[in-house]
């Protein structure tokens, strides 16, 4: 037992002397780690003055400018390069030079017109671009105001000129290309890359489409009639001024309801082939970088449509052809490139609810959007444009529509109804380019002189 005892002692001494000899270890190392602390308290301000000097150190900056460098090129490659409209841009140069040195005005107007093609595809592009960071809804906004800015523009230039004519026909041109032009060569090159399948849509979102369409067609056809009801009475022209301009609010509201449609209630209508190649997708620029291309093309579309509003009197007399030809048939396929381009890409992958919504949903907007917008604007700024489009241009829009409609209305697809209606735009094309009414002048009203003495003639026999 003693020996035990002794052991048991000698252990707890020996423990007690290593508690004592770490705790003074333990001092120790408090001691030299406050030393540390305080030689680290002070290596903060060496560390931002180390930091400052390789802010400022050239090395540094250049790398820092050779990455904006590398950006700007990466941006430059993406939104010139990046389409096959490239080739087209040195138009626009060319037609500023032209301008600048005052070579002939159908030069010039040429020009301008080929520069606004890339143009019109690439604002495209950018929104596109900026709905990746923005989200859908606002995204959807956004195509939905910049997705026909050049036929805008246009408008609001020739507005200012006073050139009402040309405001209501490249509008006008501009619908019947995306239903004819834009729908029949998708449906027809879809229809012969996939002449062994069958091509199947959704006939909601054409049902929709359709509707306002005839909306926007009743809106149009109703000042018309009324001009032809009323006689040769003097009081018509008022009347169907303020009638128009009420449509045209009626129209907007049924458009931001349409927005609301797509973008909010009824979104799986609309995106029912979209949602597999949304997960692959990603943006290629940056957000402030597309809103900073989108800002500067902007400019140059505007200037451009200054120019092509400007001359196009002088290149419908040099070359011959009407103003009504070129506003309706020229300018809307400058403006409705980037529509023609990704409709047709769309309908060869067999994509016909993406082609028809690009196609059917261009039409919409110009008019819903852009024509009642044009009419507002144009009230604002105390010029006189209502939606009378004549008589020839009215049935030629009631036509295609209703063409249009019923093409659509079974759901299925075959490059037969691409046939038909890319014939029926040639034969449209074919009229209005032997059509030689004269455009109104600066101080004109609403039609022409050749066009009022025929619709009163006509409307002295009807009503007699």
Known sequence: MGSQEDFIINN???????DHKGLVNGTNNMNGENKEQRSVGKAPQNLSSSMVRKKSDPILVS???????????????EVILGTKLAVLFPAIPLAIAADFYHFGRPWVFALSLLGLTPLAERVSFLTEQIAYFTGPTVGGLLNA???????????L?????????????SLLGSILSNLLLVLGTSLLCGGLANIKKEQRYDRKQADVNSLLLLLGLLCHMLPLLFRYASGVSNSYATSTLELSRASSIFMLIAYVAYIFFQLKTHRQVFESQEEDDEEEEKAVIGCWSAFGWLAGMTVIIALLSEYVVGTIEAASNSWGISVTFISIILLPIVGNAAEHAGSIIFALKNKLDISLGVSLGSASQISMFVVPVSVIVAWIMGIEMDLDFSLLETGSLAFTIIITAFTLQDGTSHYMKGVILFLCYIIIAACFFVDKTPMNDSNGGNLGN?????????AGVLFA
């Open 12 to 18: 707890i001494e020996n423990g007690i002397d290593e």
């Open 63 to 77: 790398n820092v400018r050779f990455q904006m460098l590398r950006n700007f090129l990466n941006n430059l490659q």
């Open 145 to 155: 105001t910049c997705g026909n800015a050049t036929e805008m523009i246009i408008a």
């Open 157 to 169: 230039f020739a507005l200012h000129e006073n050139k009402i004519d040309v405001v209501k026909y």
């Open 450 to 458: 050749v066009l009022e003495l025929s619709s009163n003639y006509y």
